[in-house]
């Protein structure tokens, strides 16, 4: 009897032991294994409006954990003041002006080039999985898409194994979600298509039925209903596949988790766009009235809730330590984007720009500006605030010496390799900086020099006056170090330097 129990106790103990040491080598390779990357991309989210970077009004206790355990950069910059632009981008690491890149509308082809070098693919050529989960808005297909069939050209065909969006914006017709080329829940009986010309569909419009409105938009946000909110552009069909707003922070982040538990045993790259913070914000009713400052703050307290989430799955899964975290935005805050959910009127005391001028669309700081936070627990060398002069476009460069990828001639050419800075709060970044909006400026030192701005703004922007925007006819110079806050223009007292900077920019733009 005795003997048996001994027998079967040892037998329990192997077990144990076994298991124990196949669960050891297993943590043991996740460690070993190449680190993975998630890009957390919020949407016109601002330098002040989360805790850690000065908000009071309300609390982002999840991205301020982030910013606890990783690196606090205090002069990080998204490559333009609006959308398109900054993702482009990111995403090829060539300044947006290279190719035209503009905001799009729903319909627009994709404006990546396919056959070129991208970030997805460069970590595809490391052994990485990729994924995309969120707002897209680079354009999809070769520009006749027929939204019934496959989707293609799209993040697919740019190295993304796993792909599930918003295919454009919010508040931009269609609103469906795109799982890699699929339309989620499409039906052949009720087929959708989409216009940003004219009239389609049966579903009703803001500018005929403001009754069935959750929140009144200006006229440009005012065409086809869905969920109660109006859109830019019109859709009909596709009744099954409609979006709820209020769903947004589930299903996106429920996407995400199921790609980082089907990719946590290899090395994966997750770029995580969110729609949040941008227009129509239409909370979950868990953030609902939450934050005090309305529907915008409440679309903060959401957007903190889904990056937490997302976090504890990577803790979850052992992966957290081995993964570097990227935490920003894609340019600069807006309170009034087209619908009226009183941003400006419940802000309060709140300053979404933390003191810095304009915002987004702008030429000035606030315009690309942006909070950005770097965690990385097995490779981070000093945690801490950073003053490092960084632009998302350098993420390509510094990304792909992170994961030992060597660039062809040529790739990612506008992009700077500053991976010492992402990885110690000691370390210094750019000396010169191109920041893109309606014109260009040039960080160079103490000194942020904004060009003459000589084209046109689209119709819609004209009302916020070009002052605002840091559009003038006229060079305009700044000493960063005595007036951060760019109130004094000392471009007449300094023309050399007005000179010299202007001709960088030219070299910069004579640039292939
Ligand atoms: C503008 C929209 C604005 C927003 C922006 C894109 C109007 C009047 N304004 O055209 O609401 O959608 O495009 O924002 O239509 S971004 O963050 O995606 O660049
Ligand atoms: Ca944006």
């Known amino acids: ?39 957390f991309y919020v949407d016109d989210l601002g330098y002040g409006d989360i805790s850690s970077y000065g908000m009071k009004a309300t609390q982002t206790p999840n991205v301020d954990a982030l910013a606890q355990e990783g690196i606090r950069f205090t002069d990080a910059h998204s490559s333009a003041a609006t959308c398109t632009p900054s993702r482009y981008s990111l995403l090829t690491g060539q300044y947006a002006f290279r190719n035209n890149a503009a905001i799009l509308p729903g319909d627009a082809p994709l404006i990546i080039d396919h056959t070129k070098p991208t970030l997805p693919k460069m970590f595809k050529r490391a052994g990485y999985k990729t994924a995309v989960v969120g707002k897209w808005h680079l354009g999809l297909g070769d520009g006749f898409v027929d ?77 086809t209903i869905v969920n109660g909110i109006s859109r830019i552009g019109w859709m009909a069909g596709g009744n099954k596949a409609e979006w709820k707003d209020e769903d947004f922070p589930f299903v996106f982040t429920d996407k995400a988790i199921d790609f980082i538990q089907s990719a946590k045993d290899e090395p994966f790259m997750l770029f995580f766009p969110f729609h949040d913070i941008h227009v129509p914000r239409v909370p979950h009713k868990m953030f609902a009235g939450k934050s005090g400052m309305g529907p915008r703050g409440d679309a903060i307290l959401q957007m903190d809730w889904m990056t937490g989430r997302i976090v504890n799955e990577l803790k979850k899964q052992g992966v957290y ?86 660039l062809a001639q040529g790739e990612a050419v506008d992009s700077e390799n500053v991976l010492p800075a992402l990885l110690d709060a000691k370390e210094s970044g750019r000396n010169e900086m191109l920041e893109e909006s309606f014109t260009l400026s040039l960080r160079s030192g103490n000194w942020k020099y904004i060009a003459p701005f000589t084209g046109t703004t689209p119709d819609w922007l004209a009302n916020k006056t070009a002052i605002e925007n840091g559009l003038q006819t006229s060079p305009q110079l700044f000493d960063l170090t005595k007036d951060w806050q760019e109130q004094v223009n000392v471009a007449e007292q300094h023309p050399d330097m007005v000179e010299k900077l202007q001709h960088r920019i030219d070299t910069i733009k004579a640039m292939k």
Request: proline share 6%; charged share 25%; with cysteine.
């Open 147 to 223: 939204w019934n069939k496959a989707v293609k050209p799209g993040p697919l065909e740019l190295g993304f194994d796993y792909s599930f969006l918003m295919p454009a914006t919010g508040d931009r017709v269609p609103t469906v979600y795109l799982e890699n080329r699929h339309v989620v829940n499409s039906n052949a009986n009720d087929p959708i298509t989409i216009s940003y010309k004219e009239r389609i569909g049966q579903r009703p419009v803001g500018t005929e039925s403001p009754e069935l409105l959750k929140q009144k938009a200006d006229l440009q946000h005012s065409a």
């Open 321 to 406: 330590d081995n993964t570097l975290i990227i935490f920003s935005s894609d340019n600069g805050p807006v309170m009034d984007d087209g619908y009226a959910d009183f941003a400006e009127e419940m802000r309060g005391e709140h300053d979404p720009a933390g003191g810095y001028r304009g915002g987004k669309y702008s030429a000035y700081e606030a315009g690309t500006r942006v909070p950005m936070i770097v965690t990385y627990p097995n490779g981070l060398k000093n945690k801490g605030d950073s003053t490092a002069l960084i632009s998302h476009i350098d993420l390509y460069k510094s990304l792909a010496e992170f994961t030992g990828v060597e």
């Open 1 to 39: 009897m005795i003997k048996t129990n001994n027998l079967l106790i040892s037998g329990l103990i192997t077990t144990l032991l076994t298991a124990c040491s196949v669960e050891e080598s297993h943590q043991e390779k996740l460690t070993k294994q190449k680190p993975n990357v998630v890009i």
